[in-house]
C-alpha cells in the first residue's frame, strides 16, 4: 500500500514563503503523475500542481511563478515551495499519486496524503 504523509504546514504572514513535504512509501514501478491539491472551506478540491515521471511540470494560473513542484526520487520526497503567499491561499493542502504519466482531474488519483495545513494572513 502506498502512503503519502504531508508536513511543512503552517501560519505565514502574507508575501512570506512555506515548503511542503510529501514522502512517499515507496517508489512507482514506472509511469506516474504525482501533484498538490488543495481545498478551503465551502470550495471543491483544486489542482495546484503537477509532475509526472517524465518531470513534465504543470501549475494551476493562480500559483504560477509563486510555486514551484520538484521532486527527489532518492529519497520518494515531493516538495512544493511557495513563496509570494496570499490570503486565498489558505486551504489544507494534499498531495496525491496517479499511476500514470498523463496527469488528470483530482478523481483519478489513486492515493492520497492526509493533508496539511496552511494559513496565510493578510
Known amino acids: 500500500q502506498v502512503q503519502l504523509v504531508e508536513s511543512g504546514g503552517g501560519s505565514v504572514q502574507a508575501g512570506g514563503s512555506l515548503r511542503l513535504s510529501c514522502a512517499v512509501s515507496?517508489?512507482?514501478?514506472?509511469?506516474?503523475?504525482m501533484g498538490w491539491f488543495r481545498q478551503a472551506p465551502g470550495k471543491e478540491r483544486e489542482w495546484v500542481a503537477t509532475?509526472?515521471?517524465?518531470?513534465?511540470?504543470n501549475y494551476e494560473y493562480s500559483v504560477k511563478d509563486r510555486f514551484t513542484i520538484t521532486g527527489n526520487n532518492a529519497k520518494n520526497t515531493l516538495i512544493l515551495q511557495m513563496h509570494s503567499l496570499k490570503p486565498e491561499d489558505t486551504a489544507m493542502y494534499y498531495c496525491?499519486?496517479?499511476?500514470?504519466?498523463?496527469?488528470?482531474?483530482?478523481?483519478?488519483?489513486?492515493?492520497w496524503g492526509k493533508g496539511t495545513r496552511v494559513t496565510v494572513s493578510s
Open positions: 496525491a499519486s496517479r499511476r500514470a504519466n498523463t496527469c488528470s482531474h483530482w478523481l483519478r488519483f489513486n492515493y
Open positions: 509532475i509526472n515521471s517524465d518531470v513534465i511540470t
Open positions: 515507496r517508489a512507482t514501478v514506472s509511469n506516474y503523475c
